[in-house]
């Protein structure tokens, strides 16, 4: 689902950011050269940037909650550096919510993705978010992690009612 994201963007024009863990970093890539888009040209070009996941959001936490300056500062520049130069836009891909929901922080994940949509409104750039709400969540909380997306896929790729279960 991600490469076929990021691929019609790169197909577009547009450029991409993506904040992965290691093995959705590699299996994105291998998406992506299957597809036949060389990384090499996408990544010197400055097209295609992987940072990752718990890295950067060791970089944007303070305690157990994310700081809304240093993520301006690491993932905003992130952004404007992989779209500075492309009036096409940019597509985004991030694991961190994902991350803090696994880590039992769910108030901390729905600040996160209150972040993103805070820095998504002053940047032309498209998100997929790549959090699991499985059964391991409360329906309010799924909820709640879900309220701020325009739209929600479900694992087997149809699509979910942002609200209600």
């Given amino acids: ?6 691929g019609a963007g790169f ?7 993506v904040i992965a863990s290691v093995e959705h970093r590699t299996a994105i890539a291998a998406t992506l050269e299957s ?3 060389s990384l090499d040209r996408l990544r010197t070009t400055g097209r295609l940037i992987f940072l990752d996941a718990n890295v950067t959001l060791d970089s944007v936490m303070i305690h157990d909650s994310p700081d809304p300056v240093r993520f301006e500062s690491v993932v905003g520049s992130a952004i404007g550096h992989c779209g500075a130069a ?5 597509r985004a ?16 994940a729905t600040r996160l993705e209150s972040l993103w949509n805070r820095l998504l ?3 032309r750039c498209d ?7 499985g059964a391991g969540l409360q329906v309010r909380s799924k ?7 325009g739209y929600v896929l479900a694992d087997n790729g149809m699509p979910h009612p942002v609200r209600g279960e």
């Fill in 35 to 37: 597809l036949s888009f």
């Fill in 86 to 90: 492309n009036p096409c836009g940019l």
């Fill in 127 to 133: 998100l997929l978010c790549g959090h699991s709400v």
């Fill in 1 to 6: 689902m991600v490469g076929a994201f990021l």
């Fill in 11 to 17: 197909v577009a024009g547009q450029s991409a950011l």
């Fill in 93 to 108: 891909y991030d694991d961190m919510s994902d991350l803090l929901s696994r880590r039992n922080l769910l108030p901390a």
């Fill in 121 to 123: 409104a002053s940047h």
């Fill in 143 to 149: 909820q709640s992690l879900c309220a701020s997306h």
